[in-house]
Nanobody, 123 residues
Framework: AVKLVESGGETVQVGGSLRLSCAVSGKTVKGYYSTWCMAWFRQAPGKEHEGIANFNRDGSTTYADSVKGRFTISRDNAKFTLSLQMDSLKPEDTAVYYC?????????????WGQGTQVTVSS
């Protein structure tokens, strides 16, 4: 099994910044992590989950229009970690944020994900 643990969520003011981290562990991680398409998605109350950033098979990144230019996804393959730098935060960014492994590198489908970390943007 693969375990993902997110951290870094908190309450921040509009326009502020936050950095989320995700630690990935499990028997298969050491040999395969660098090949996985890692991603972040979020879910706000009463809304469907929204994929916001991910790595593609070729190492490039893709962002949802809602966060493009404000959020940056990064990874450390030696430490099996994933990060999300969030700048210029807006109230609509309030949600539970999850890190995940894309199933067959297809956006919107996930093989594994963590328990989530709450981000609240207050005005």
């Amino acid at each position: 099994a693969v375990k993902l643990v997110e951290s870094g969520g908190e309450t921040v003011q509009v326009g502020g910044s936050l950095r989320l981290s995700c630690a990935v562990s499990g028997k298969t991680v050491k040999g395969y992590y660098s090949t996985w398409c890692m991603a972040w998605f979020r879910q706000a109350p009463g809304k469907e989950h929204e994929g916001i950033a991910n790595f593609n098979r070729d190492g490039s990144t893709t962002y949802a229009d809602s966060v493009k230019g404000r959020f940056t996804i990064s990874r450390d393959n030696a430490k099996f970690t994933l990060s999300l730098q969030m700048d210029s935060l807006k109230p609509e960014d309030t949600a539970v944020y999850y890190c995940a492994v894309l199933q067959r590198c297809q956006r919107g489908t996930y093989s594994w994900w963590g328990q989530g970390t709450q981000v609240t943007v207050s005005s």
